[in-house]
Nanobody
């Protein structure tokens, strides 16, 4: 499966962006979708994840209440709605997918994801 992430940009603190992750080659409905980010000089970190049935979502504490992950399996697309953005949210954001039944146990672990899209830059100015 190929993933194409988009929607990044430059926004002022307090603003919003919506990232999209379009899958091709296979149906996204078979996969758990995760969003990760990496800021300069920092390790990649988990942001949010959603199970394949669109019923269970998971968030990093740093984005809980501000970011919303969702998916539209009919459109083969995952989304990350980011509101009330902060300068510390500045990073390259990447989407990834994995087939997994034990979503709760693995969703935050980047190493288990099989397919990754290219990153999209999000820059939040103060």
């Amino acid at each position: 499966v190929q993933l194409q992430a988009s929607g990044g940009g430059v926004v002022q603190a307090g603003g919003s962006l919506r990232l999209s992750c379009v899958a091709s080659g296979r149906s996204l409905s078979s996969y758990t979708v995760g969003w990760f980010r990496q800021a300069p000089g920092k390790e990649r970190e988990f942001v949010a994840g959603i199970d394949r049935s669109n019923s269970l979502t998971y968030y990093a504490d740093s984005v809980k209440g501000r970011f919303t992950i969702s998916r539209d399996n009919a459109k083969n697309t995952g989304y990350l709605q980011m509101n009330n953005l902060k300068p510390e949210d500045t990073a390259v954001y990447s989407c990834a997918v994995v087939m997994a039944s034990n979503v709760r146990d693995i969703v935050r672990n980047a190493a288990v994801y099989n397919y990754w899209g290219q990153g999209t830059q999000v820059t939040v100015s103060s």
